[in-house]
């Protein structure tokens, strides 16, 4: 399975460069500002892979920004138009990055930050308390007199190892279920998406499909790719129900763990709030000033083919009391320690 994730990468990177190379073969292109904006406006065009999703018109964005832009612009200002054409997208996966600034989508984040549903230190002082336990990414405790074992994991990137997961196995074998919240996880290695999915039973399973953007017409895309879960070994497994926590600020590769988690597992319940989305692949490359970017060149679907690129939403919508959290209560991990115990 990592093969063909890699596999799929690389076609990204091979399919972006050679359409760069036909839309400006037999042409020098120059570094004017004039230049730099047509290159990037029909870079994307051709190989971004959310228009529709987005709905986003590419050809309007066009006539609204272009005009801002002539030969003796200042790069301060390039840069600030380059990236207001780029966050009409309102993806959280694309970037304009200069030696002096880089580009933000601001409704993206607003959405990831203003609307988290977590309160960090009632999860802290309460839940794992002082006498929480670190493994490997993993801080944890019990909770509910030892019913229910509480995993934070607070990023993607912070890796994962079998070994982790075998101790946290058996650790909280006597519970009756398992919490693993991933609020505010912001994604990194979809390696480690893999690594957590082996805490779920090792059966044969369809997790997702999978398509590249592979022409310049904004329906182009590669054949459906499928993509199943790897194999791993029971040892890992956790025999128990599991709840995963999320939020608005839980993005691209928690989405994509979402996304497998609620399509395919009946013994596990998403709780929480919509993720923020990011379930297509970025890609990039340089712009003729020395500029560059990155957007999405995959889409990812469900086994129904739902795209859940804008947010995968929960089995269950709790959103975080205010009241309760200044009691110093999280409603939404007990909201999730009632189902695991069938309260």
Not at 23 to 50: C, H, I, N, R
Not at 87 to 111: A, C, M, Q, W
Not at 231 to 255: F, N, Q
Request: glycine share 6%.
């Amino acid at each position: 399975m990592k093969k063909l994730y890699i596999a799929i990468l690389v076609s990204a990177f091979v399919v972006l460069c050679s359409s760069c190379e036909k839309a400006f073969m037999g042409k020098e292109v120059s570094d004017d500002p004039v230049s730099t904006f047509e290159y990037l406006w029909k870079v994307v065009d051709e190989q971004y892979s959310f228009f529709d999703v987005k709905g986003v018109d590419w050809d309007s964005v066009y006539a609204v920004y272009r005009p801002k832009v002539s030969e003796n612009i200042s790069d301060d200002s390039l840069f600030c138009v380059l990236g207001a054409m780029l966050n009409t997208l309102n993806d959280g996966h694309t970037n304009l990055i200069s030696p002096f600034d880089v580009s933000h989508n601001e409704e993206v984040y607003r959405k990831m930050y203003e609307n988290n549903n977590i309160n960090t230190d009632v999860v802290v002082l309460n839940y794992l308390t002082i006498n929480y336990h670190t493994t490997g990414s993993f801080a944890h405790n019990a909770l509910r007199d030892g019913q229910v074992a509480y995993l934070r994991y607070s990023s993607f990137s912070n890796n994962i190892s079998d070994d982790d997961l075998v101790y946290l196995v058996n650790k909280y074998k006597n519970t009756k279920g398992m919490i693993i919240d991933l609020r505010q996880n912001g994604g990194g290695s979809v390696n480690n998406v893999w690594n957590l999915l082996k805490f779920f039973p090792d059966e044969e399973r369809q997790l997702y499909k999978t398509q590249i953007k592979n022409g310049p017409a904004h329906n182009d895309f590669s054949e459906m790719k499928i993509v199943n879960l790897p194999k791993h070994e029971d040892k890992t497994t956790y025999k128990h129900p599991i709840v995963v926590l999320t939020d608005r600020g839980s993005y691209s590769a928690t989405s994509f763990f979402s996304l497998c988690v609620k399509s395919n597992f009946p013994e596990a319940t998403i709780v929480g709030d919509t993720t923020g989305g990011g379930l297509g692949l970025p890609n990039g490359g340089e712009l003729p000033n020395g500029w560059t970017y990155r957007f999405s060149v995959t889409r990812t679907l469900d086994n129904n083919d739902n795209n859940y690129e804008n947010g995968m939403p929960p089995d269950v919508t709790v959103i975080l009391d205010p009241v309760q959290t200044a009691l110093g209560v999280d409603n939404v991990i007990e909201a999730a320690c009632d189902i695991l115990l069938g309260e």
